[in-house]
């Protein structure tokens, strides 16, 4: 395809496949070796690539691109590598929050030299997160405290709570589950 920028970026502002198979095929293996120095892995960097191009197609009729599309892009995969790190960094943080603290109490040692913004988030996490437990059916509340905030293994809390492992396991995976969709908006939303 011998285009201009701005012929190629007309085509594929009108949903011309030939035109998106074009950058896709110019793009696609720079930009993956572009996102892997951000995130170190091959595999995620396709998929935050193959998700960029999604997303252009998807908004194709709308996309105002100043520079080149060359820039364009280069900045979308920087841009979608760099807020996929950030919700990986959310993420574990709500999963280091679950073990070093229990329900209302923190551990000092664990907050030493960390920056007032984090400590203020974690703050805000911890509060969420309690919230979120007290809403849990009771069952999932309870396996999920012994386990998180007492630190038991499954088969005691099995044995606590006179119902089989399989069960345990059940409601910690559903209790999980309803923590990180009750948070999803705020882990993705804050802390930018």
């Not at 974690?122 to 405290?145: D, M, Y």
Request: net charge neutral; proline share 2%; with cysteine.
């Amino acid at each position: 395809m011998d285009l201009g920028e701005a012929d190629l970026l007309k085509k594929l502002k009108d949903g011309d496949q030939e035109a998106f198979n074009f950058l896709f095929r110019q793009y696609y293996a720079p930009l993956c070796r572009f996102a892997c120095r951000y995130l170190g892995r091959a595999d995620l960097s396709e998929d935050i690539v193959s998700d960029t191009f999604y997303n252009i197609w998807r908004i194709r009729e709308t996309l105002n691109i100043t520079l080149s599309i060359k820039s364009y892009l280069f900045q979308a995969v920087c841009k979608n590598s760099l807020n996929y790190l950030r919700k990986v960094k959310r993420e574990e943080m709500l999963e280091d929050y679950l073990h070093l603290y229990s329900m209302g109490h923190n551990n000092k040692d664990s907050i030493d030299g960390t920056e007032p913004s984090e400590l203020l988030f974690v703050s805000e996490l911890g509060k969420k997160i309690r919230n979120s437990v007290e809403k849990l059916p009771q069952q999932q509340k309870t396996a999920f405290i012994l386990k998180k905030y007492e630190d038991k293994k499954n088969r005691e809390i099995a044995d606590m709570m006179n119902i089989s492992v399989k069960t345990v396991e059940m409601h910690l995976t559903r209790a999980m589950l309803t923590l990180r969709t009750d948070l999803r908006n705020y882990l993705d939303d804050s802390h930018e």
